[in-house]
Each structure stands twice: as C-alpha cells, then as structure tokens.
C-alpha cells in the first residue's frame, strides 16, 4: 500500500508563488507516473501536471507557470507553483499511478492540501 502525504498549501496574493511536496512511502513498483490534480469548489477535479522519469506534461491552463520536479532518492515530488492566479484556487492532490504511459484514474491519492490565491 502506497501513501501520500503533500505540504506545501497556503495563502497567497495574485502573482506570487508557492511550492507543493508529495512524499510517497511504501511503494513497491520502480514504474510509476506521480502527479498532481486539483478541484475548485463547486468543479470537477481536474489534471494539473506529471511527471513519468524525466518527462513532464502540464495541462494548459497552467503551462509555463507551474514546474513538476522529482527527488527520487526522496521519493518525492514537487510542484513549483509561479504567477499564481485567483482561478489557481482549489484543493491541490497528489496521485500516483503504477504506469508510465498515463497517470489516467490514479492508484494512490493524497489527502490534499489547499491552496487559496487572493486578489
């Protein structure tokens, strides 16, 4: 059984930054995508960003702002979140997928970690 516990969340003005961390124990495979969704009140969560080895994919909305990076040797990942918009709002989740090709329909989630952008 994976777990994963993410840091980071916060209070912040429009244009600052803030950086998420998602330490993963208890895994057992060495193939696995780790990522991050997130879900604003009253929406469905959505993708965010993942990382599967060295390759990283980010949904549009946040391309260019926000930065997925991996410590393996920590078994952790993070999200370097830049010129945070009020629409970035939501509860942050990290997921784990046993698969390099997709982190579609995650294995493993965190509990979540909130993130509140002000205007």
């Known amino acids: 059984q994976v777990q994963l516990v993410e840091s980071g969340g916060g209070l912040v003005q429009a244009g600052g930054s803030l950086r998420l961390s998602c330490v993963a124990s208890?895994?057992?495979?060495?193939?696995?995508?780790m990522g991050w969704f997130r879900q604003a009140p009253g929406k469905d969560r959505e993708f965010v960003a993942r990382?599967?080895?060295?390759?990283?994919y980010y949904a549009d909305s946040v391309k260019g702002r926000f930065t997925i990076s991996r410590d393996n040797a920590k078994n952790t990942v993070y999200l370097q979140m830049n010129t945070l918009k009020p629409e970035d709002t939501a509860v942050y989740y990290c997921a784990l997928k046993e698969s390099v090709v997709t982190i579609r329909d995650p294995d493993y989630w965190g509990q979540g970690t909130q993130v509140t952008v002000s205007s």
């Open positions: 990382i599967v080895w060295s390759a990283t």
């Open positions: 208890g895994r057992t495979s060495s193939a696995y995508t």
